[in-house]
């Protein structure tokens, strides 16, 4: 079955510390995957796209197909950061729905 | 440019009473439109998607149901609310432009309460 796993619900980084926010996805064809972040009382809103290889406020995330991950790293961490993550998984000829895991709070402390 | 509307923001119902949330795109046409539920520890969960007017793929059996009736608006029901509906329902939508998929653009949500 097509899922997408992030393993934690809450991590917790002092500033300045690096973070890695860790994505698994169980996909049968060729995945495309996405980190979407919502900040206190904002809208959800995409962060990254594994096709784009770029790289947005600090955070970088490279899709490895043998591990079947899309992990989310940041060098150092800044209090800003501090929000919920999602990562998600695009379907091919499904009206392009994402399915989404279940989130990682992250908090920066200072 | 283009924007996507939900409404209600709040919304406290009784249990069986009757339910329909919201959600209009402007400054596109023939969006892909989803319905999504926010539940505590659960993630986001896909409940509804459709890819043109009359169109809705139900993506897990519950008590909910949606409609378009337009091009651009897309509508969550439901006929007897359950305490189990409660959450925060979440509208999105992308394009598909020559087989490519634009990311998905969330609106700010609907925070129902079923009491």
């Known amino acids: 079955a097509q899922r997408v796993t992030q393993p934690e619900k809450l991590l917790s980084v002092f500033k300045g510390a690096p973070v890695e926010l860790k994505c698994n996805y169980s996909?049968?064809?060729?995945?495309?995957l996405f980190w979407y972040v919502q900040y206190s009382r904002q809208r959800l809103q995409l962060l990254l796209r594994h096709i784009s290889r770029e790289s947005i406020k600090g955070f970088t995330a490279d899709l490895n197909k043998g591990e079947t991950s899309f992990h989310l790293k940041k060098p150092f961490a800044q209090e800003e950061d501090s929000a919920m993550y999602y990562c998600?998984?695009?379907?091919?000829?499904?009206?392009?729905?994402?399915?989404f895991g279940q989130g990682t709070e992250l908090s920066v402390k200072p | 440019s283009q924007t996507i509307h939900q409404w209600p923001a709040t919304l406290v119902q009784p249990v069986g009473s009757p339910l329909s949330l919201e959600c209009t795109v402007e400054?596109?046409?023939?969006?892909?439109l989803y319905w999504y539920r926010q539940a505590a520890g659960r993630g986001l969960q896909l409940l509804f998607y459709?890819?043109?007017?009359?169109?809705i793929s139900s993506e897990v059996p519950q008590n909910l149901s949606a409609s378009r009736p337009q091009d651009r608006q897309f509508i969550l029901s439901s006929k007897k609310l359950l305490l189990s509906d409660s959450g925060f329902y979440l509208c999105?939508?992308?394009?598909?432009?020559?087989?490519?998929?634009?990311?998905?653009?969330f609106g700010q949500g609907t925070r129902l309460t079923v009491v």
């Open positions: 400054g596109t046409s023939n969006p892909n």
């Open positions: 996909y049968s064809g060729s995945p495309e």
């Open positions: 459709s890819v043109g007017i009359g169109q």
């Open positions: 998600a998984l695009r379907f091919y000829n499904q009206g392009g729905k994402l399915i």
């Open positions: 999105a939508w992308s394009l598909e432009l020559g087989g490519f998929n634009t990311e998905a653009f």
